[in-house]
Nanobody
């Protein structure tokens, strides 16, 4: 079993910054792509940023230049640095990972975290 646990959400004023963290743990062999998604009230979950084990990050147009995704492969962690936050960034942010476990080493399985609330408001 694999668990993803997010942290770092909260309330911040417009123009402020937050850093989200996500730790993957469990019977992990390798963690492939890691990503962050957001889901605002009444909207579908959308990709914010994604980062493969080694490669170029991919960002939603709405966050380019403001958000930065990074990862620590040794710790199976992914981070999202969010700067110049706007009220429209308010959402629950979910961590997502594609994981190869020791039990099913020939299969890549998607996992989700439980989500962390980010609220941008004056």
């Amino acid at each position: 079993q694999v668990q993803l646990v997010e942290s770092g959400g909260g309330l911040v004023q417009p123009g402020g910054s937050l850093r989200l963290s996500c730790a993957a743990s469990g019977n992990i062999l390798t963690v492939n792509n890691m990503a962050w998604y957001q889901q605002a009230p009444g909207k579908q979950r959308e990709l914010v940023a994604a980062l493969p084990t080694s490669g170029t990050p991919n960002y939603a147009d709405s966050v380019k230049g403001r958000f930065t995704i990074s990862r620590d492969n040794a710790k199976n962690m992914v981070y999202l640095q969010m700067n110049s936050l706007k009220p429209e960034d308010t959402a629950v942010y979910y961590c997502h990972a594609l994981v190869r476990t020791r039990k099913a080493f020939n299969t890549v399985t998607p996992y989700w975290g439980q989500g962390t609330q980010v609220t941008v408001s004056a």
